[in-house]
């Protein structure tokens, strides 16, 4: 009994949106399953991505050690730390909620906070295939301009972040890390 | 073709794993397991808002609500929407593409496309699972008012205001 009502209080917000789903479908029946049928849709793409996606991140968390990843991204790492996030992130591949388990596992392996947040950044906006999309869709200048602007921008982002918050709520997200 | 690539990469070197060390290729594996079935939840409820959202919000609703408007109501419409909707990439490029075609300024479409790409309001309730909620809001939040900056830039750059 107690196992069904964890169960149910996890799964509690998937279910008020199945909820909300059904009572658009009631209303306006052809919105709802059109609503239905993207979901089913995303979660189509999402199974594709996320199983490799996370035996990648299982197998980096077994065999990268701690210490490598401290020295080229940890605290200390200096501008070498800040070009590798932003490398890291633009070749990844995926929508940006891809990024947060992999921003999970580069806290347990002590990646710097500021690092971690200009990684969130890069893979939210300059990634490269995207980029590359961009180019041929939106034209050399505009994706260029945007390029220029996104970097320095992630990276002010990053640390106007760590200013908001403080050292023990940093902490805290990464102890909740170890658990995920 | 992105896929293949990441599949590839990934049987590549669970393989060399496997050869190397069988235990630890088996706990690397139980790891995988039990990061994805504890973020599940999550997933599951964005995956229906998002249908819940981008049935809402197509393509010919949004160019219909920023195709003729232009200005900062314009901008501010489009970062709206650009924050709100999860579009992937290869929708919106051309998405974007065409509204300038039909009119739409270029800061209105660089408000749009940079929040598209770095809010994400749907996928908020996974982004606090991982980083609690007030780093969440903040960072959403910078982003939305840093993608007025690039449309201010991309505005005066490319549109030469």
Not at chain 1, 83 to 109: E, H, N, Q, R, W
């Amino acid at each position: 009994m107690k196992d069904i009502k964890g169960l149910l209080k996890r799964y509690q917000f998937f279910l008020v949106t199945i909820v909300i789903v059904a009572i658009v479908a009631l209303v306006n029946r052809s919105l709802g399953l059109k609503a239905l049928g993207i979901a089913g849709y995303s979660f189509k793409e999402m199974a594709l991505v996320i199983p490799p996606v996370f035996v990648l991140l299982g197998l980096l968390d077994v065999w990268v050690p701690r210490e490598i990843m401290m020295r080229y991204m940890g605290e200390g790492s200096g501008l070498k730390g800040i070009i590798l996030a932003i490398i890291i992130g633009s070749a990844a591949a995926g929508p940006l909620y891809g990024a947060f388990p992999v921003a999970a596992v580069f806290m347990k392996k002590g990646v710097k906070f500021s690092n971690i947040l200009i990684f969130i950044g890069a893979w939210s906006t300059t990634k490269i295939p995207m980029f590359l999309f961009e180019l041929s869709a939106l034209g050399v200048p505009f994706a260029v301009t945007r390029l220029l602007v996104d970097i320095p921008g992630i990276i002010i982002i990053a640390y106007a972040l760590q200013l908001v918050i403080s050292k023990d709520e940093i902490d805290e997200i990464y102890k909740k890390a170890e658990s995920l | 073709m992105d896929n293949y690539i990441l599949y590839g990469i990934t049987i590549i070197l669970l393989f060399i794993s496997y050869f190397n060390d069988k235990k630890k290729t088996k706990q690397a594996l139980k790891k995988s397991w039990k990061s994805f079935e504890n973020i599940l939840p999550q997933f599951l409820g964005v995956i229906m808002l998002m249908g819940i959202v981008l049935a809402a919000l197509n393509p010919e609703t949004v160019s219909k609500l920023i195709g003729n408007s232009s200005g900062w109501i314009g901008i501010i419409v489009c970062a709206i929407i650009g924050a709100i909707t999860l579009i992937p990439g290869f929708v919106a490029f051309p998405m974007a593409a065409m509204l300038l075609q039909n009119g739409a300024g270029y800061m209105q479409i660089g408000a749009f496309v940079s929040s598209l790409m770095m809010v994400g309001v749907v996928t908020m309730p996974l982004e606090i699972k991982y980083f609690g909620k007030k780093l969440t809001i903040w960072r959403n939040s910078l982003a939305f008012i840093f993608s007025f900056v690039v449309a201010f830039v991309i505005g005066k750059v490319v549109g030469g205001i």
